[in-house]
T-cell receptor, first 113, second 112 residues
Framework: DQQVKQNSPSLSVQEGRISILNCDYT??????FLWYKKYPAEGPTFLIS?????DKNEDGRFTVFLNKSAKHLSLHIVPSQPGDSAVYFC????????????FGAGTRLTVKP | DAGVTQSPTHLIKTRGQQVTLRCSPK?????VSWYQQALGQGPQFIFQ???????QRGNFPDRFSGHQYPNYSSELNVNALLLGDSALYLC???????????FGPGTRLLVL
């Protein structure tokens, strides 16, 4: 039961260009969404999040867009830097005290110099 | 400000053995969640502990059990290990009903 899907296992972009990572979900109960970045041999690092009451959240070079009607969210990185090369996981959860997160399978981003 | 710490970093066991993994949450956090990440997949939720009790559980068998101590640190125990239990085990901490969870570096378990 894959409630969160990242359909692109990999993405390659040129340094300075925009990276767009996509994520789809099926459970309409999800109301909070997060993006994590993971380097090899490290745990996932929290990047940015968005509540379902918003459709956009921005933090520096990172912007997350949420389209609730399409059950789709995306992460934009502008401009992309070689240090952004990592695996990016999309996660979804529901508001509440006991909130497990459901993760996508991840997208490996490679930013070429 | 200490982040989430986990021990050990790596572990090798044989089938049928038992293993205990440990986690200390980020300072100020009182909720600990455990995840299993198999190769090429996203983390899968095992269970969550709050106030020393298991509050929520994912689709994992009873061979997976846990504990939370009064200082909020936590243990994950896996009995009767199977080859398929080989994975990266991640601990994440959060505060009460805050949705954002912060992860530790993980423990890589290999079952032979």
């Amino acid at each position: 039961d894959q409630q969160v899907k990242q359909n692109s296992p990999s993405l390659s972009v040129q340094e300075g260009r925009i990276s767009i990572l996509n994520c789809d979900y099926t459970n309409s109960m999800f109301d909070y969404f997060l993006w994590y970045k993971k380097y090899p041999a490290e745990g996932p690092t929290f990047l940015i999040s968005i509540s379902s009451i918003k459709d956009k959240n921005e933090d520096g070079r990172f912007t997350v867009f949420l389209n609730k009607s399409a059950k789709h969210l995306s992460l934009h990185i502008v401009p992309s830097q070689p240090g952004d090369s990592a695996v990016y996981f999309c996660a979804a959860t529901t508001t509440g005290l006991f909130n497990d997160m459901r993760f996508g399978a991840g997208t490996r981003l490679t930013v070429k110099p | 400000d200490a982040g989430v710490t986990q021990s050990p970093t790596h572990l090798i066991k044989t089938r049928g053995q038992q293993v205990t993994l440990r986690c200390s949450p980020k300072s100020g956090h009182d909720t600990v969640s455990w995840y299993q990440q198999a190769l090429g997949q996203g983390p899968q939720f095992i269970f969550q502990y709050y106030e020393e009790e298991e509050r929520q559980r994912g689709n994992f068998p009873d061979r997976f059990s846990g504990h939370q101590y009064p200082n909020y640190s936590s243990e994950l125990n896996v009995n009767a290990l199977l080859l398929g239990d080989s994975a990266l085990y991640l601990c994440a901490s959060s505060f009460r009903d805050r949705q954002t969870q912060y992860f530790g570096p993980g423990t890589r378990l290999l079952v032979l």
